[in-house]
């Protein structure tokens, strides 16, 4: 996989730049992690979820990922709805093709 797998026909600009930054992030484990939950949910997140991701798009690659690969706890005003649906997000994944 190199990237988006959807279409941004439907995405308005700002949906679509936090996609493209999701998948475009300096590392390739990160655009792993965020781009596939931009995929799936960027066109159904509210005005306050887009806020929670781009917010967790600030935080540093070394950081974000150690928090959802459970190495170091998420800093509390990230611990948020959406990084929750993020970490879940994964976990589903790992458990329906584990």
Same mark, same amino acid.
């Given at each position: 996989?190199?990237?988006?797998? @959807?279409?941004?026909?439907?995405?308005?600009?700002?949906?679509? @730049?936090?996609?493209?930054?999701?998948?475009?992030?300096?590392? @390739?484990?990160?655009?792993?992690?965020?781009?596939?939950? #931009?995929?799936?949910?960027?066109?159904?997140? !509210?005005?306050?979820?887009?806020?929670?991701?781009?917010?967790?798009?600030?935080?540093?690659? @070394?950081?974000?990922?150690?928090?959802?690969?459970?190495? #170091?706890?998420?800093?509390?005003?990230?611990?948020? #709805?959406?990084?929750?649906?993020?970490?879940?997000?994964?976990? !589903?994944?790992?458990?329906?093709?584990?």
């Amino acid at each position: 996989m190199t990237g988006t797998t @959807r279409t941004t026909e439907s995405l308005n600009s700002r949906q679509r @730049r936090a996609l493209f930054h999701a998948w475009h992030r300096g590392t @390739r484990e990160m655009d792993l992690l965020l781009g596939p939950f #931009a995929d799936a949910r960027i066109d159904s997140l !509210s005005e306050e979820e887009m806020n929670q991701f781009e917010a967790l798009m600030d935080v540093a690659d @070394r950081e974000l990922y150690a928090w959802l690969t459970g190495s #170091a706890p998420v800093a509390p005003d990230h611990d948020n #709805a959406v990084y929750r649906a993020l970490a879940g997000f994964h976990d !589903s994944l790992a458990e329906r093709d584990g």
